[in-house]
Every structure is written in C-alpha cells, then in structure tokens.
C-alpha cells in the first residue's frame, strides 16, 4: 500500500487522544454506508434526490447550503465515536453529544484556524438543513419516515475573539439507535486522510461490503450506482482508475477485469498473511463454469450480480478446500442458497 496519494498527518499521533474517548476506535453507521446520504461535490448541491436500489428508495430535500457533504460526515462518525467509547465505559447512551471543536478538528486530521471553525458551521448548517425520507427495511419492518441526521445543535461562542468554545449535538433517533444495536463498523485511521470525495466513498463501499471476508465484487456500473456519483460512468471510471492504480486505499486493494468489468476488493490482511503462508489452489480446471451456468444462476438468484455471487462461490470452496466434482451444478446450488436466504438485493 502507497502513502503518498495520501494527505500528511497534519498532528501528531498523540494528539488523537485530545478529546475525553481515549483509545477510540473510528464508527461508523452501516445505514449511510449502504444508501448515500452525503454528496460527493465539493459545491453546494442543492438538488433533491432519490435514489433505488431494488424496493428499497430514499429521497433527500436538502437546504439553502446544500446536501451534507462527505466531509461533514466527519462530524457525525465523531459523535457516533464518543458514544460508542461512552458506552464502553458505563456511561448511559444519550442523544445529546457535547463536542470540543479543537479536538474534532485535530482528530479528523484539519487545521485549527478561524475558517476551520467557520466550515465548521457551515457543517452544521448542512447537516441540520436537510430532511430525507426513507423507506429501508429493517428486520422485517418497511418504515416510510421523515427525519433528519440530527434534532439540532447548540453553539457557545467567545465573543470577544470569535473562537467556538463547545458544540453540542443532538442526534436523531435513527442515529442513535443505530448505536444502540451496535449496527457499526470500525474505519481505519487514515480514512480523515483520504483527499478526495470518491475516494472516501469508495472506501466506504469495500469496508460495507468486505468487512473482515476476503473480498468482495461489483460490476463497475452497480458501483457507480453505489457511490452516488451524480457524474457519468463514463466520468466514474476515470475517477476509479488512479485509485485502482495507485494502491492507497486503506484495508483493501483493488483489482479490476476489463472483461468482465467487474471490480473485486481484496482485504489486505490475507494478502499478507497469504504472502507468509500460501495455500494451495485448487485446479483450475474443476472451477471452470459453461456460459449457459450464468444464465441459469440468474435465474437462481433473480436481481443478484451474477459474477459477485460466482467470486462468493470461489472465495467459500478456498476457505473450506471444497472441490466440487460438478462445479456448475454446485455454484447453481449455492445461487440458490444464497437467494433463499438474503432475497432480492
């Protein structure tokens, strides 16, 4: 992995500890992982969206400023950090979080100058201005509601210098529930250092989708439509080709086919523990699916990316050291399986 498409540490390790969540390990939720709750532009974006993705839907109606952008999500993976150290402590969950802007800044690796705490503002401005409605399942449950990221916020200012002195949260219950059920992920540290916006999403994507499983598949159009990219794919695929080069996204790798135009995430903790210990493949030859496979397989598992399923497949024989005697009649099986389990996508 390169560090140099990376921003420099502007602060010192240390200073990560400024805040009161000593040892705090990045959160995130698994909701605005999966649909794109932030913009990608760096200019205000200020058109309404929805997206689909299936039967599920979200609309947002973002305010005078703009829809939040990617980098104001700093401000909410923060407070979701002091709640879940909160909660490691003993501390009751609550809704309301009390923020020191300087050790924000600091932690998300920002300056600390008078327009760090005006974009500052700016955040908030975004974050509480815009409303969504959603209709995402959850267990079972289709909720239509309106709501917003956050019920509000409370700003102490010095009056005579200008500088903010606290910030106070108060998270919406869809964040805070979240929380509550620990429907989490960890995000490594150099994540504040990712520079650009897809970057940020892209990264976000292969942590939802990769987790700590070896790798995970998109067909480069499905990650488009993921990403919540308002450009082109056309546009999109020029954006991902210094990132799939370049090899500096934390956690994973990426390796793409032109073929298959298929996208595939590898997690960077069995390349390096392959790398010490390799382990045998199997023959190529009993992995070989006939063409007419994948036709059937989509009919197997109706609305699933036929090639993310067949990259399963080959990813759960490895780990198990399964060779199938009739691998299309076994991978037809596993489609199967797995649709009957986890339904349309």
Known sequence: ?????????????????????????????????EHPFYS????????????????KWIEFRPSIKGLPTIYDKDLIIYAISQLIAGMKEGRPLSKRVQIDPYAFLVFTQRGVGGRDYDALCDSLD??????????????GTRTDEWMGIIDGAKLETDERTGKIRSLELKLSDMVVETVERMQVLTLHRDYFRLSRPIE????????????HDRSWSFLMPTL?????SKGSL????????????????????IEYDE??????????QFDASEEKAPSPALPAASLRLRPDTFEAARRHAPGWDIYLLENEWRSWLRSSE??????????????????EKRGRP
Not at 323 to 329: F, G, I, Y
């Open 40 to 55: 990608l532009s760096k200019k205000p974006d200020r058109e309404p969206r929805r997206y689909e993705y299936g039967d």
């Open 259 to 268: 073929e298959s135009d298929k996208v595939t995430f590898i997690n960077r």
């Open 322 to 339: 399964i060779e199938p005697k009739h691998p299309d009649r076994h991978f037809l099986k596993f489609c199967q399986s797995w649709f």
């Open 200 to 211: 940020r999403r892209i990264y976000e994507i292969a942590r939802k989708a990769v987790g």
């Open 234 to 253: 056309r546009e999109f695929r020029r954006q991902m080709k210094p990132i799939i080069e370049s090899d500096f996204l934390p956690d994973y790798r």
């Open 1 to 33: 992995m390169t560090q140099e498409h990376l921003k420099p540490i502007k602060h010192p390790q240390g200073d990560l500890f400024v805040c009161d969540i000593t040892d705090v390990i990045l959160k995130d939720d698994l909701a605005s992982m």
């Open 126 to 139: 975004r974050i509480d201005g815009t409303r969504f409605r959603t209709n995402i399942l959850f267990e």
């Open 224 to 228: 488009h439509q993921k990403s919540g």
